[in-house]
Structure formats: C-alpha cells, structure tokens
C-alpha cells in the first residue's frame, strides 16, 4: 500500500547487539532480538558478527523470519553481533540500503547499525564526494560510516573516531559499530532515539528497546544516555561523554506509537504512559458513549485509559489481520480502496447499536480513520465518537520520523471540524499539547513534540 492510500506513520529502525564471554555463536540471540524488535521495521534486516578475526554477515529484505532460517544463521559465526531491522526514512527501500553496513578500511574493518536520521546529509555527502568517496547506497547511515572510517585511519581508536564524529554529523542517531574486538554503543547528544544496557551473566547486551533484553534473557541496566559512547571490550564496560549543553529531547512518539507496550525508555513505561494518554484524553473531550474501542495496536493501551478515566466499558471493537506482511501487494485500485478493510475487521456484536469512543494514536491524512468510522457504522454503531492520543500533526518531522510535508498532513489543511467531517465521526478530539506534556511524569528526559508544535531541538540545514 502506498503512502498516497492510507498513511500511518513509518517504523522507526531498531538494532541489537551482544558481546558474550564466551565462544559460543550470538547470531541466535541476535535473531531473538531482532524478531522482538520488529515492529520498528519491516522492510529489511541484517546479522554481523565476529570472531575476533573477520566479520560475518548476511542481509536481504524482508522480516527476519523471511531472511533468516537455521543454516543461514548457523553461517554467521562468533561470540560478538550485532543486527538491525530497518524501515527507510533517508534512503530507498532497496537491498544495497539494509543494514548492517560493513565497511573495510586500511586499518581493518568494522560493521554499523544505525537508528535516526542525520539533518546535514547532504552537506556531509557532497563535500565528501567533492574528495574523492564513492558511495554504494543511498543512506545517512553509509555517510556517518564513511566519517568513521576516514578519522579512524588518523588516531588510534575507534571510540576517538566516533568522538571526532560526533562534532561534525547533526541529527538523530543511536549507532551500534562492531570491530573485531569491541562492541561500540553511541546515543546522539539529544538522546533522540532510544538505546540502552543489559546484561546476561558476563555478556554485554545492547538495544534499541528494553523488550529485546528480554527475549534474549537479559537484565536490563541503564539506558545509554545522551552523548555517550559506551565500549565493551575484553568483557569490561566503559564510557565516555560527549560533551554537550544540549537539553534531551527523546522522540515523544516512541512513547505514543513505535516502542513495543512493554519496553520502559528513559525511565517511562512506553505502556503507562499510553495510559496516560488516555486519561487525560477523556478528561479533556468528554462525550457520552457506550463502549471505548482502541485502533490496534497502539491505540488500545490508550483506549484502556480512556476507560478507566471516564468509567465508560472498554471493549474490543476491531480486529487486526496480524498475518499480512509485507510483501502483501494490492494489484488493483479496487483493492487498494480495500486495504483498510483486509487488514481491520469491526466485531458488530460488540459494536452494534452503541455510542462509540474510537481511540487512535495519530491522524496525518484522515483516509485510514475514515475508512475505519464507516467500518464501525457498517457494523451497526449508532454513533462513533473519534479520540486521538496525540495532538495533531502540524510540522514535518527531520529525524527519523516519516512524517510528509505539511501540505500532506490533515491538520495544515482543514480545521478539526473539517477533518470530523471529512472521516465522518460525530466528534473529534486530539490530545493537547499541555496533555502531551504530562503522559510520562517519571521520565529521565525532556521530548521533542516539534512534529506537533514546530520546536525543533536543533536548527534545521
């Protein structure tokens, strides 16, 4: 389905790495962590590892159950890897593009995974390509890689190299890099995208959410914190701070949309927080109803706090097809008008003949929720009553998050009375941004909303 159909917003990345004492192969852990991680991207994925001599590695595209079977893993060998699941932001959806990027130079080689999104690019790639470098994809990745190479070839250390690096590239970034004796964890100086610790006995465990710790046995430690590289080498752990004024500004939509219900970011519970969402929601946009129902997947924890807050039942009212991945192709526009309807299913007897409180977590065009209220009508609700999790969508956003053009979004074009009417709901409510601000009071960060209030934390090339 293209973005032109029905518009949700884009996965972010996610990656994962490990460092075990041991000899035994990590391409398995890795492959476990990156199946939890999965729902931050779906079109492509990849395994490195190392045995201290040379760096192994194998991606396609496709999900990691579609790349990876038992003999390609088993082909991967050593007791250090790292992986990444990939959806395209800055770079196009094609095989030279997945990730991990390996890259060999004259002191040796290393493999990097990357999350975020660079907003000097361009700057960075053209002087690069005025100097001689040639390029074999199309990312920001292979450009912060290409950095990494030139300044290790000077100074003594990777960690230098990414340190000198860090002053020249300027966006979002969590960076996994791989020689063949250490295993480097970067975060950006904004904390932007998430990345954090854990530790399994005596092996080391990196990833870009807690769940992934988890599904590999891991405990989780401490989040990577904005500005640091964090090193492991001979199974010890170090660090070391970039230096920097600049106040953190973790994405806010990992709370609202991409992290998994179960993963706790900077302190925050990515799930109480959808809660709280929630809450304030009703609180804010009150409405007789019958039943609150939550667009899967994200929309649900919401809908659970819309429920508890205004005593109305919550209930399930649509079902997703979880079975539709990504190589479901719609051949006609026929089909393509009936993307929404093959990939959601409404419950008529849970929604018939009732007021209902449909939770979302965003609105960026308007055709997915239109779809989805006359779904809902089709299935006998009386009334259908719209609530979203989030503000509305009123700035593009420059680090990762596939958010189009302000002349694309609902918000920059119609009021919110036009956007009711146009999806067809008898009311319509977004958080505000004062809500927005109060969904995670434990967290160990500030957040950048500027996809809702135009507040970048940095300037913008």
Same mark, same amino acid.
């Given at each position: 389905m293209g973005k032109n159909d029905f518009y949700k917003i884009g996965e972010e990345c996610g990656v994962f790495g490990i460092c075990a004492k041991g000899s035994e192969p990590c391409a398995w852990d890795v492959y476990h962590g990156l199946v939890a991680l999965q729902h931050r991207g779906q079109e492509s994925c990849g395994i490195a590892a190392t045995d201290g001599a040379v760096i192994n590695y194998y991606k396609d595209m496709g999900t990691v159950g579609e790349v990876f079977g038992e003999r390609r893993l088993e082909s991967i060998r050593g007791n250090m890897a790292i992986g990444h699941v990939r959806y395209s932001t800055t770079g196009e959806s094609r095989s030279e593009n997945a990730q991990p990027l390996v890259i060999n130079h004259?002191?040796?080689?290393?493999?990097?995974?990357?999350?975020?999104?660079?907003?000097n690019t361009s700057a960075l790639r053209d002087e690069l390509q005025e100097k001689g470098a040639i390029f074999r994809t199309t990312t920001d990745s292979e450009v912060i890689a290409y950095l990494i190479a030139k300044e290790r070839i000077k100074i003594s250390s990777v960690e230098d190299a990414v340190l000198n690096v860090m002053k020249i590239i300027k966006g979002a970034y969590s960076l996994l890099i791989m020689s063949a004796d250490k295993l480097i964890a970067v975060r950006d100086p904004f904390g932007m995208r998430p990345l954090c610790i854990g530790k399994r006995g005596e092996d080391f465990v990196f990833a870009s959410e807690s769940c992934a710790l988890t599904a590999v046995g891991a405990e989780f430690v401490r989040d990577v914190l904005p500005g640091e590289i964090v090193t492991v080498e001979n199974n010890r752990l170090k660090s070391v701070k970039f230096e920097t004024n600049e106040k953190s500004s973790l994405c806010i939509f990992e709370l609202i949309y991409f992290a998994r219900p179960d993963s706790i970011i900077d302190g925050s519970s990515v799930y109480e927080a959808r809660k709280q969402a929630g809450r304030i929601l009703a609180r804010e946009h009150k409405v007789d109803a019958d039943l609150v129902i939550g667009v899967p997947d994200s929309g649900i924890d919401a809908a659970i706090g819309y429920s508890e807050e205004s005593k109305i039942p919550y209930g399930i009212g649509l079902v997703k097809n979880r079975y539709i991945g990504r190589t479901f192709i719609y051949p006609t526009q026929e089909q393509r008008e009936r993307g929404v309807e093959i990939k959601l299913s409404a419950i008529e007897s849970s929604v018939q003949g009732k007021r209902i409180v449909m939770i979302d977590d965003s609105i960026v065009r308007g055709t997915t929720s239109s779809k989805i209220v006359t779904m809902l009508r089709r299935a006998?609700?009386?009334?259908?009553?719209?609530?979203? +999790?989030?503000?509305?969508?009123?700035?593009?956003? /420059?680090?990762?998050?596939? &958010?189009? +053009?302000?002349?694309?979004?609902?918000?920059?074009? /119609?009021?919110?009375?036009? &956007?009711?009417?146009?999806?067809?709901?008898?009311?319509?409510? /977004?958080?505000?941004?004062?809500?927005?601000?109060k969904i995670a009071p434990n967290s160990k960060c500030g957040f950048c909303d500027a996809c809702f209030s135009g507040n970048y934390p940095m300037e913008i090339n």
């Open positions: 004259i002191k040796g080689s290393f493999a990097l995974c990357h999350n975020g999104n660079l907003v006998g609700a009386k009334q259908v009553h719209m609530r979203v +999790s989030s503000p509305p969508f009123v700035w593009p956003c /420059y680090f990762g998050t596939d &958010i189009p +053009s302000k002349e694309a979004l609902a918000a920059c074009r /119609y009021t919110i009375e036009e &956007i009711r009417q146009s999806i067809g709901a008898n009311s319509l409510g /977004y958080l505000s941004l004062e809500g927005l601000s």
